[in-house]
């Protein structure tokens, strides 16, 4: 039986280089695929395997100082939802552009960021203060047409490089002195976001411990959670029960659906909406007529 595992860890590296190697050959060496980040500030991975060679994974690469507290998610899957085994060194874990200039991190992880919040306390925070409470969404914004808490606050990102203009600009003035819950995919991306907000003016910022991924493992379809979750495997969606909300419009007939399919423009390769009657059709399978027009004159 096979798993994937999704996990990050923000914690100072003196040798990034040295951590690169030593997860390759660890991966290598029980049969695992999937991609790992490494840098300075810590590392950030899924990878996929059998269930007992990533027993073993965690057991080893909680060995290391600094890692030993590492929180890993379990989500449905395998090694063959990912090509091969990639390991890598970046600048940052996240590509906010420079944004580990806007934050440092020390052996407890993210400095000044927002505090954790269980699945639980999140539903007890939303009871207790009703509309105080705004969810942030701190994906890009097309994960968010297929899925969302309710009533959230979706910024105007195509890339995670938006975000900065986007928090320096006055669109969100009136939710500053709100409980701003950020939310993510896996949690990493809101440990730098939610440092961010409050370096512009935001006054009470929180973030979902796990992401969106262990609020689904918690509430399932039955919470504050609407839709179905991009992953960025060859599962392209997962639904976190079997009467998920269907969010996603098809980009040629707008009827409703979550399915994703890419471009079948190689320069353009974006995820699009297509719903399965429309993919049936090679002349639908394109992000748009200028795709569809450029790749019929090659």
């Given amino acids: 039986m096979q798993k994937i595992l999704l996990y990050y860890k923000f914690f100072p590296l003196s040798d990034p280089e040295a951590v690169k190697l030593w997860q390759k050959t660890l991966c290598d060496s029980l049969n695992l695929h999937g991609r790992i980040l490494v840098s300075r500030h810590g590392f950030n991975g899924t990878v996929g395997g059998d269930i007992e060679d990533l027993k073993r994974y965690i057991k080893a690469t909680k060995q290391y100082p600094g890692f030993n507290d590492t929180v890993f998610k379990w989500s449905d899957g395998g090694r063959e939802n990912f090509p091969r085994m990639s390991v890598r060194n970046r600048r940052e874990l996240v590509g906010f552009k420079n944004s580990d200039d806007e934050f440092e991190v020390d052996e407890n992880g993210v400095i000044g960021g927002g505090v954790h919040l269980k699945p639980e306390q999140v539903n007890e925070m939303v009871e207790k203060y009703g509309d105080e409470v705004v969810f942030f969404d701190g994906r ?12 959230a606050i979706v910024p105007n990102t195509t890339t995670s490089r938006d975000f900065i203009a986007e928090l320096e600009s006055n669109k969100y003035d009136n939710i500053k002195n709100k409980k701003v819950i950020s939310y993510c995919t896996g949690g990493i991306r809101c440990e730098v976001i939610s440092a961010m907000m409050k370096k512009r003016g935001f006054k009470d910022v929180y973030q979902i411990d796990g992401g ?4 689904g493992e918690k509430y399932g379809d039955d919470g504050l959670w609407e839709g179905a979750l991009r ?17 996603g419009e098809c980009i040629h007939c707008h009827s409703k659906t979550n399915n994703l399919e890419n471009c079948q423009n190689k320069d353009c390769n974006e995820l699009v909406l297509i719903c399965e009657n429309c993919k049936q059709n090679p002349d639908l399978l394109y992000h748009s007529q200028t795709c569809k027009d450029t790749a019929k004159s090659v």
């Avoid at 890009?140 to 009533?151: D, L, R």
């Avoid at 969106?212 to 609020?215: G, L, N, R």
């Avoid at 992953?231 to 997962?238: A, E």
């Fill in 212 to 215: 969106i991924v262990k609020y």
């Fill in 231 to 247: 992953v960025f495997d060859s599962r392209k969606t997962i639904n976190f029960s079997d009467h998920a909300k269907t969010l």
């Fill in 140 to 151: 890009n914004a097309g994960e968010a047409e297929i899925g969302k808490f309710k009533n």
